[in-house]
T-cell receptor
Framework: AQSVTQPDIHITVSEGASLELRCNYS??????LFWYVQSPGQGLQLLLK??????LVQGIKGFEAEFKRSQSSFNLRKPSVHWSDAAEYFC?????????????FGKGTKLSVKP | DVKVTQSSRYLVKRTGEKVFLECVQD?????MFWYRQDPGLGLRLIYF???????EKGDIPEGYSVSREKKERFSLILESASTNQTSMYLC????????????FGQGTRLTVV
């Protein structure tokens, strides 16, 4: 069965520091991959997505992610974190043959930002 | 801007009540989804629909049903609410296979007392 693992439940970084959030997936075919962000009490907003092609994808708010097929990973990065980046981040995979909306989510990583 | 609107942000219902959560999208998307979000469990798919009057069970359909009479509207129904259905419910929509990503509503926080 397909699954998504986000190993870090909670990460705290200092403002201005770099950030990497980890995501590993278990999937039989080439997946569609997504990162979403959720601010407290809000819905999910798409940060970026990978469908095919260049394995380094750029997203909104200065985020990027790199797809590594050999490691089954899709880690999210940002070179300099801002206090407004404090939120919960979800990695997701779209099952083969399904709509991109039929997503399998990781359990999320909560990001706290220290001043 | 694309929009998925959930009818309520907060709901408080009593055990045993029949509860309706409504979701409307204005993007003419074929696909609509209901997820449940709980701390430490991430998002879990309850039901989805690929077309009007069509529905498919997700991972946790027990205790829920859905209705899709019009393309833009997808309702989640709790037939007899229980305290273990206290949760955040998220609706999403997307274009068909090969289309864009899923767009989410703001969520409905349901408390069953």
């Amino acid at each position: 069965a397909q699954s998504v693992t986000q190993p870090d439940i909670h990460i705290t970084v200092s403002e201005g520091a770099s950030l990497e959030l980890r995501c590993n997936y278990s999937y039989g075919a080439t997946p569609y991959l997504f990162w979403y962000v959720q601010s407290p009490g809000q819905g999910l907003q798409l940060l970026l997505k990978y469908f095919s092609g260049d394995t380094l994808v750029q997203g909104i708010k200065g985020f990027e992610a790199e797809f590594k097929r050999s490691q089954s990973s899709f880690n999210l990065r940002k070179p300099s974190v801002h206090w407004s980046d404090a939120a919960e981040y979800f990695c997701a995979v779209a099952p083969y043959g399904g709509s991109q909306g039929n997503l399998i989510f990781g359990k999320g990583t909560k990001l706290s930002v220290k001043p | 801007d694309v929009k998925v609107t959930q009818s309520s942000r907060y709901l408080v219902k009593r055990t045993g009540e029949k509860v309706f959560l409504e979701c409307v999208q204005d993007m003419d998307h074929e696909n609509m989804f209901w997820y449940r979000q709980d701390p430490g469990l991430g998002l879990r798919l309850i039901y989805f629909s690929y077309d009007v009057k069509m529905k498919e069970k997700g991972d946790i359909p027990e205790g829920y049903s859905v209705s899709r009479e019009k393309k833009e509207r997808f309702s989640l129904i709790l037939e007899s609410a229980s305290t273990n259905q206290t949760s955040m419910y998220l609706c999403a929509s997307s274009a068909p296979v090969g289309g864009t990503e899923a767009f989410f509503g703001q969520g409905t926080r349901l408390t069953v007392v």
